[in-house]
Nanobody
């Protein structure tokens, strides 16, 4: 079992930055591929970025490339998402998720989910 708890969301103006954190409990964090997803009102949950177990490989959605950076600290069982140059269209609830296996983009391929943290970008 793994529990994930996100934090760091909030309200920011367009062009601003936020850093999301995801704290994981359980002994399986270091063997888990991790991902960040987001869900805007009225839209399906979508893949944002994923990171391999070691952190050596990352995969970004085109919409966030060059603006968002994912990282992980396996010693702290923590996952991070640095978001820069935020746009109003980045407004969504952001979720961290975990799975065993390689990074994939499909929501239903992830086994564990946090409760989400709201990010709101004003124009």
């Amino acid at each position: 079992q793994m529990q994930l708890v996100e934090s760091g969301g909030g309200l920011v103006q367009a062009g601003g930055s936020l850093r999301l954190s995801c704290a994981a409990s359980g002994r399986t964090f270091t063997t888990s591929t991790m991902g960040w997803f987001r869900q805007a009102p009225g839209k399906a949950r979508e893949f944002v970025v994923g990171i391999s177990r070691s952190g050596d490989n990352t995969y970004y959605a085109d919409s966030v490339k060059g603006r968002f950076t994912i990282s992980r600290d396996n010693a702290k069982n923590a996952l991070y998402l640095q978001m820069n140059s935020l746009k109003p269209e980045d407004t969504a609830v952001y979720y961290c998720a975990a799975r065993f296996g390689r990074v994939v983009l499909l929501v239903n391929e992830y086994d564990y989910w946090g409760q989400g943290t709201q990010v709101t970008v004003s124009s």
